[in-house]
């Protein structure tokens, strides 16, 4: 079965630490993205990828950082800039362009103790 | 940094009522307008979209009315069940127009359909 993968799906870390987190996806998709969700805040854009070696910033990509060096994977690394990183991660993917559909994975949480 | 905003932030219905929420845009880039349903734990999956050229988008219990010259779309859950209480996520997408190809969403509408 076609789908996004994320891992890990739980993750704890201290402060400090760099921590990152793995997407992968077999949909065959140009586009990648990553969102941060808290709550009452909704999904908030971190980075996005329309292509391989080439990613955009999001509205919060301060304390972030991304690699697109394969089109099947996009990891982020949460680094200890981030100033409150405790957060649900939500990697997408979709065809590209101006196709619609933007599918999600099952999404990360991130605990920073 | 709100481009999408997004009301109520709860909402309780009682089954077999209607559940609407509604969204609000400002920039005219947009041209796709998607909502997102999502469950606790879970990713969003896609319930139903729109393009701007349409006023109107029904499939099944669901429906999208678009109101462009008023930047606002709504969702319209009719006959609503135990089942979709959800939080639910409009968005709109950046595409061709600007060349971003980005989506933005709402704050998102914590749905409880009472039994």
């Known amino acids: 079965d076609g789908g996004i993968t994320q891992s890990p799906k739980y993750l704890f870390r201290k402060e400090g630490q760099n921590v990152t987190l793995s997407c992968e996806q077999n949909l065959n998709h140009d586009a990648m993205y990553w969102y941060r969700q808290d709550p009452g805040q909704g999904l908030r854009l971190i980075y996005y990828?329309?292509?391989?070696?080439?990613?955009q910033k999001g509205d919060i990509a301060e304390g972030y950082s991304v690699s697109r060096e394969k089109k099947e994977s996009f990891p982020l690394t949460v680094t200890s800039a981030q100033k409150n990183p405790t957060a649900f991660y939500l990697c997408a993917s979709n065809r590209g362009g101006n196709t619609g559909e933007l599918f999600f994975g099952e999404g990360s949480r991130l605990t920073v103790l | 940094q709100q481009q999408v905003k997004q009301s109520p932030q709860s909402l309780i219905v009682q089954k077999g009522g209607i559940s609407i929420i509604n969204c609000a845009y400002e920039n005219t880039a947009f041209d796709y307008f998607p909502w997102y349903q999502q469950f606790p734990g879970k990713g969003p999956a896609l319930l139903i979209a729109?393009?701007?050229?349409?006023s109107e988008k029904k499939e099944g219990r669901f429906t999208i009315s678009f109101n462009k010259s008023a930047k606002q779309f709504s969702l319209h859950i009719m006959d609503s069940q135990p089942g979709d209480s959800a939080t639910y996520f409009c968005a709109a997408f950046e595409g061709v127009t600007s060349g971003t190809y980005k989506y933005i969403f709402g704050t998102g509408t914590r749905l409880k359909v009472l039994a």
């Open positions: 990828s329309q292509i391989v070696n080439d990613f």
């Open positions: 729109i393009r701007p050229d349409v």
